[in-house]
């Protein structure tokens, strides 16, 4: 019989959906198990015959299904403004390429946040936050990327750090000075490459502002050799990167990340079979964004069979941005992921919780239920995990538990 600490809490009575790999049921399913927590950790899990009779802080979840707080891998939550008259401007037929052209798109969203201040975006993102709180999500990385000046990457980041501080929800927060070439630079590319490398990277590094570094290696955002020098900046300084890669066109994007040992490869429908070859070497996950396929009206769905025959690792996210994916709801980013690309709705559940955690260099600690990982824990009024996503909208959540704590 388990002896208990004072402090430990017991959660009786569940239906654990651990998502760990190496508990060979679907969803990693345990019937008939108990989670002990303590400290905020997952303690133990132990078969209800093998719990003391009773116990201090005992929570009956009277047979509940329960499953890893959510994390949303890939989001740009901090901006300002909104695209609804470009959205209208591409269905009466102009192209997301062209309206970049015109100086339109992420430089809109650049003006529009450059023009507001830290407490303005603050209160912006609160919204956004509160909604993916309210779906169960309990790790979250925000990116910067719509400042492409050091003081406003900075401003976007400090926003990214005061939701932490506020919310009982972890942030991991991204760089991505690499996300377009600002209005000022526009007719000399390779010396914004250069801003980023030498002054936003290393400024806002020493300050301790983010976590990794992440670029767009698009048509529309920068080559292959300019997205080499920045990784290669981030690298000198001992700093992870990722990469929104193969979104729009096949550039050898998932390649260069693999190169460089990138946590991530994001987007990538248009991924070839080296790619994905490079990404199984590299280990690097790839991040599915069905939210920006579906909103661009893309045809290209990225090849899950190779990624699926190469046991890459495959995360979903919501991708949030006002750009290509104005959906901030997980719940829908998983659901699309099935319906568009063709996931399992266990695929779609690993997607958001152990491969985001993956591909938030996290897979040790984060996005399952197992000794030892965080008690981010969600109990839901749903017999099916696969309920949660089969009907966006709904969100049975019962209870979000945040490092052990009800929230
Ligand atoms: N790919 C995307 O879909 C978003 N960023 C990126 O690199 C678009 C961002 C925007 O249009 O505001
Ligand atoms: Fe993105």
């Not at 690298?235 to 193969?246: R, T, Y």
């Not at 955690?357 to 040790?364: N, S, T």
Request: glycine share 8%; aromatic share 8%; with cysteine.
């Amino acid at each position: 019989m388990r002896q208990l600490l004072p402090d430990d809490t017991l959660w009786r009575n569940l239906r654990l959906a651990t998502l760990d790999p190496d508990v060979h049921t679907p969803y990693g399913m345990l019937e008939g198990h108990a989670l002990i927590l303590r400290n905020g950790h997952i303690q133990a899990i132990v078969p209800e015959d093998a719990l003391p009779t009773s116990h201090g802080n005992t929570h009956d979840l009277q047979g509940r299904l329960v499953t890893p707080g959510l994390i949303d891998c890939h989001t740009h939550l901090v901006f300002g403004g909104n695209r609804a008259s470009e959205w209208e401007q591409r269905l009466n037929g102009v192209s997301y390429q062209q309206i970049s052209a015109q100086g339109g798109g992420i430089n809109a969203t650049v003006m529009a946040t450059r023009a507001a201040t830290e407490d303005a975006l603050f209160s912006l993102a609160q919204q956004r936050i509160d909604n993916l709180i309210r779906e169960g999500v309990t790790l979250l990385e925000i990116k910067s990327g719509y400042g492409l000046n050091v003081a406003t990457e900075e401003k976007i980041l400090r926003v990214a750090a005061r939701l932490a501080d506020k919310y009982p929800i972890e942030i991991s927060p991204t760089l991505l000075a690499a996300h377009a070439v600002p209005v000022e630079y526009r007719d000399d590319p390779e010396s914004y490459i250069t801003q980023v490398c030498e002054v936003i990277i290393p400024q806002l590094w020493e300050k301790g502002l983010f976590e990794a570094v992440d670029l767009f290696c698009e048509s529309v955002g920068f080559n292959l050799e300019q997205s080499e020098r920045v990784f290669s900046a981030a690298q000198a300084a001992n700093i992870p990167v990722k990469g929104h890669v193969e979104q729009l066109s096949l550039l050898g994007g998932a390649q260069l990340v693999s190169r460089y040992r990138g946590l991530s490869a994001d987007h990538i429908e248009y991924l070839d079979e080296a790619g994905v070859a490079a990404m199984s070497r590299s280990g690097t996950v790839g991040v599915l964004l069905p939210g920006a396929f579906y909103f661009l009206r893309e045809k290209q769905t990225p090849p899950i069979d190779l990624l699926r025959r190469y046991q890459v690792p495959m995360a979903v996210a919501t991708d949030f941005n006002p750009g290509t994916s104005p959906f901030i709801s997980l719940h829908l980013a998983m659901n699309m992921a099935c319906v568009q690309f063709g996931l399992t709705p266990e695929e779609a559940w690993a997607g958001v919780t152990r491969h985001a955690a993956q591909a938030l260099g996290r897979q040790a600690t984060h996005g399952q239920l197992k000794p030892g990982y965080v008690a981010d824990i969600i109990v839901w009024d749903a017999e099916h995990p696969a309920e949660i996503l089969y009907e966006p909208g709904r969100n049975p959540l019962y209870q979000r538990i945040y490092r052990g704590q009800r929230t």
